[in-house]
C-alpha cells in the first residue's frame, strides 16, 4: 500500500465524485479509477459505492477513510520533522480565522514569514458550521471558532481567546445616550444577523432571557453592511465592542442590563501538531492581547 494510493483515495471520498477527484489530482480519470480499483483488491473490501448518479462510501470505506488520514498526517509530519531539522520549518500550514482577527493574521503572517520564509501559509474561508469537521478532519490545522449557542465541538482540542460583551449602534441621528436599557433598544427596528452566525444567536438568547422581541427588519451576513444600513438610519443593530470600534458613523451605546456576549474559540486537531502549526499557532496566541488571550 502506498501513499499515493491513500492520497487519491482520500481525495474521492471528500468529492465523492471521480470526475471532481481527478480535477483536484490533476490527473487523468482513469489513473484515479485504476488506483482506488487496486487498492480495493489489495484490501478485499469495497470502499466505495459506485452508480451512474452518484458515489458514496461503503461502511468499510468510512472506517478506512479515518484511518487513511491518520497516516497522510503522519506521514506529513515525519516530513517536516525531516526537513525541520536540516533547512529549518518548512511545509504547510492551512487555517481559518473569523474577519475580526485579520488584523492580528497580517501581523502574525509578516512574523512567521520573516522568520520561516520556507512555509506556506493558507488562509481559507469556511462556514462556521463546517468549520470543526474541517479541522477534526484535518483539512484545517487550527481555525478560530465562535460559539453562539454552539458548545466546543467534540474531537478537536479547543481553547478560549476571546470573551467580550456586546454593545449597541445606533443611527447618528437618533441621540441615543451613551447606555442604553434592552427594552429601549428593542423599539429601535432591527439589522440582524443570519441565523447561523453565533452573534445572532447570543443575541437572540439574550432577548429571550429579559422576556423582549424585537423587530428584525434586515438580516445580513457581513458587519459592514449591517454598519452602512444603521448609518442610513434604517435601525439599530448589536456588535462585539471590538468590532464597535472599527466602524465610525454611527452612536455606539453600551447595553445597561441585558449584555450579549460573544465567545471566540480556537479549535485544532487533536494528536501530534507539526512544528510549523505549533509555532505559527504559538505566534498567533502571542498577537492576541493579555485580555483576549486566556
Not at 117 to 145: H, K, W
Not at 224 to 230: C, D, N, S
Request: glycine share 4%.
Amino acid at each position: 500500500m502506498e501513499l499515493r494510493q491513500l492520497h487519491y483515495f482520500t481525495v474521492v471520498a471528500e468529492e465523492l465524485s471521480f470526475t471532481q477527484a481527478a480535477r483536484r489530482l490533476h490527473v487523468a480519470q482513469s489513473s484515479v479509477s485504476t488506483t482506488i480499483s487496486a487498492l480495493e483488491r489489495e484490501l478485499k473490501v469495497m470502499l466505495f459505492v459506485r452508480s451512474t448518479q452518484k458515489v458514496s462510501l461503503t461502511e468499510e470505506g468510512v472506517h478506512f477513510l479515518r484511518g487513511s488520514r491518520e497516516v497522510l498526517s503522519a506521514a506529513e509530519q515525519a516530513r517536516e520533522d525531516a526537513q525541520a531539522a536540516k533547512y529549518g520549518l518548512a511545509g504547510r500550514v492551512r487555517i481559518a480565522i473569523i474577519p475580526v482577527l485579520l488584523r492580528r493574521v497580517v501581523g502574525m503572517a509578516s512574523q512567521f514569514h520573516k522568520v520561516y520564509p520556507n512555509v506556506l501559509l493558507s488562509l481559507v474561508e469556511v462556514d462556521a458550521d463546517g468549520v470543526a469537521e474541517a479541522v477534526a478532519q484535518r483539512n484545517l490545522d487550527f481555525a478560530t471558532l465562535p460559539l453562539g449557542s454552539r458548545t466546543t465541538p467534540a474531537g478537536v482540542m479547543s481553547r478560549s481567546i476571546l470573551r467580550e460583551e456586546c454593545v449597541a449602534i445606533l443611527p447618528p441621528d437618533s441621540g441615543a445616550p451613551p447606555e442604553i436599557s434592552l427594552a429601549e433598544l428593542a423599539e429601535y427596528g432591527f439589522i440582524d444577523f443570519i441565523p447561523s452566525w453565533a452573534l445572532r444567536q447570543s443575541v437572540d438568547s439574550t432577548f429571550r432571557a429579559a422576556r423582549l422581541t424585537r423587530n428584525t427588519r434586515f438580516e445580513v451576513s457581513d458587519a459592514p453592511v449591517a454598519v452602512e444600513l444603521v448609518k442610513a438610519g434604517l435601525g439599530a443593530s448589536i456588535l462585539p465592542a471590538s468590532v464597535a470600534t472599527l466602524f465610525s458613523g454611527v452612536r455606539v451605546s453600551r447595553i445597561a442590563d441585558y449584555r450579549p456576549e460573544w465567545n471566540v474559540v480556537l479549535i485544532w486537531p487533536k494528536g501530534p501538531m507539526r512544528p510549523a502549526v505549533r509555532e505559527l499557532m504559538s505566534i498567533f496566541l502571542r498577537s492576541l492581547p493579555a485580555a483576549e488571550n486566556r
